[in-house]
C-alpha cells in the first residue's frame, strides 16, 4: 500500500494558489451591456437647448451616448429616451472617446434604472 500523498492545508474560504488571478473589466462590470441603438434627448442645467444624440451602448446603470459635441466629465444631466419619454437623472463619469460617428460620451444614471431602455438586461454572473 502507498503512503498518502501529503496535502497542504489552507485557511479556510481562502483562495488556492494558482486558483487566483485579477478578475477581467467583464468580470468587474455591475451590469451587463447590450449594443443597443436608442434615440436620446440630452438635457444640462442652465442650459435650454437640448443636444439629440443615439446611445452605442446602453445598460441598467448608464449607457455610452454618441453626441455631435462632447460632454466634460462631471457634467450633470437629464436623459430623455424618446422613445418612451421616460426621463431619468444622469452624469458623465469619465472623459468622452471619439469615433467617427462623433463624441462617445459615458453617462450613469444617479440610480439603476433598468427599465429606462425598455430592453430585458440578463443578471450579471460573478
Given amino acids: ?7 497542504r492545508q489552507y485557511a479556510p474560504g481562502s483562495p ?3 486558483l487566483t488571478r485579477p478578475l477581467t473589466s467583464e468580470e ?7 449594443l443597443l441603438r436608442v434615440s436620446v434627448r440630452i438635457r444640462l442645467a442652465g ?4 443636444i439629440e444624440g443615439a446611445t452605442h451602448t446602453v445598460s441598467a446603470t448608464g449607457g455610452l451616448i454618441v453626441l455631435s459635441e462632447a460632454l466634460p466629465q462631471g457634467t450633470k444631466l437629464t436623459i430623455e429616451n424618446i422613445t418612451t419619454q ?9 472623459p468622452p472617446q471619439y469615433s467617427s460617428e462623433g463624441s ?3 453617462i450613469e444614471f444617479s440610480a439603476p434604472a433598468p427599465n429606462f431602455w425598455n430592453v430585458f438586461f440578463p443578471p450579471v454572473i460573478n
Avoid: D
Fill in 47 to 50: 442650459k435650454t437647448q437640448a
Fill in 1 to 7: 500500500m502507498k503512503p498518502p500523498i501529503p496535502t
Fill in 86 to 94: 421616460k426621463k431619468v437623472e444622469a452624469h458623465v463619469p469619465r
Fill in 16 to 18: 488556492k494558489p494558482g
Fill in 28 to 34: 468587474r462590470r455591475r451590469a451587463q451591456r447590450v
Fill in 104 to 106: 462617445l460620451v459615458p
